[in-house]
T-cell receptor, first 113, second 116 residues
Framework: GQQLNQSPQSMFIQEGEDVSMNCTSS?????WLWYKQEPGEGPVLLIA???AGELTSNGRLTAQFGITRKDSFLNISASIPSDVGIYFC?????????????WGAGTKLIIKP | EAQVTQNPRYLITVTGKKLTVTCSQN?????MSWYRQDPGLGLRQIYY???????DKGDVPEGYKVSRKEKRNFPLILESPSPNQTSLYFC???????????????FGEGSRLTVL
């Protein structure tokens, strides 16, 4: 099946640094979602985006729905140890009547002590 | 507490020994789905169900079966497990009819399966 192009695959950062990750698609999406998976847990929804150009924040997290509808970005400001985990993007296409999600492979965030 | 519950959380088994991973949700969600997670591949959908008695294949259905006899339960069945089914499995659910918000899935905590 189709998979989104999510980058980077992993990030090693210092506490306090800002983080940026993105997802791109070859097709247009109606919805972009960002999930976080902490070690030993299932993914949890962080931010949902429903309109092209939309910029949404959730605390230190900010995500944007690209204007072309083919990409999305997630930024984390002033990272802290509890930000560690795998971040997944997911998109919902316009052609699927069952509204199935297409997933990125994830960005693993590691914070250097 | 609203939740998706999977059992078992961890299982080591041998090739060919049938097993079932159960999934139950208490949120009255119509939609349920199974994913497997493998390093570098992210989440891949195995099967999904839009409602009771309605199931459909995802991207990687080979070697798996599901059933949806009740709204709250969606078990994943491996009739004859093989080593390539060693993976981390997640069950997820969501309401079907939430206008414009059909992507907000609620995940279980995962079931780590090892097939020897």
């Amino acid at each position: 099946g189709q998979q989104l192009n999510q980058s980077p695959q992993s990030m090693f950062i210092q506490e306090g640094e800002d983080v940026s990750m993105n997802c791109t698609s070859s097709s247009i999406f109606n919805t972009w979602l960002w999930y976080k998976q902490e070690p030993g847990e299932g993914p949890v929804l962080l931010i949902a985006l429903y309109k092209a150009g939309e910029l949404t924040s959730n605390g230190r997290l900010t995500a944007q729905f690209g204007i072309t509808r083919k990409d999305s970005f997630l930024n984390i400001s002033a990272s802290i140890p509890s930000d560690v985990g795998i971040y997944f993007c997911a998109g919902q296409g316009v052609m699927d009547s069952n509204y199935q999600l297409i997933w990125g492979a994830g960005t693993k965030l590691i914070i250097k002590p | 507490e609203a939740q998706v519950t999977q059992n078992p959380r961890y299982l080591i088994t041998v090739t060919g020994k049938k097993l079932t991973v159960t999934c139950s949700q208490n949120m009255n969600h119509e939609y349920m789905s199974w994913y497997r997670q493998d390093p570098g591949l992210g989440l891949r959908q195995i099967y999904y169900s839009m409602n009771v008695e309605v199931t459909d294949k995802g991207d990687v259905p080979e070697g798996y079966k599901v059933s949806r006899k009740e709204k709250r339960n969606f078990p994943l069945i491996l009739e004859s497990p093989s080593p390539n089914q060693t993976s981390l499995y997640f069950c997820a659910s969501r309401p079907l009819g939430t206008l414009g918000r059909t992507g907000e899935l609620f995940f279980g905590e995962g079931s780590r399966l090892t097939v020897l």
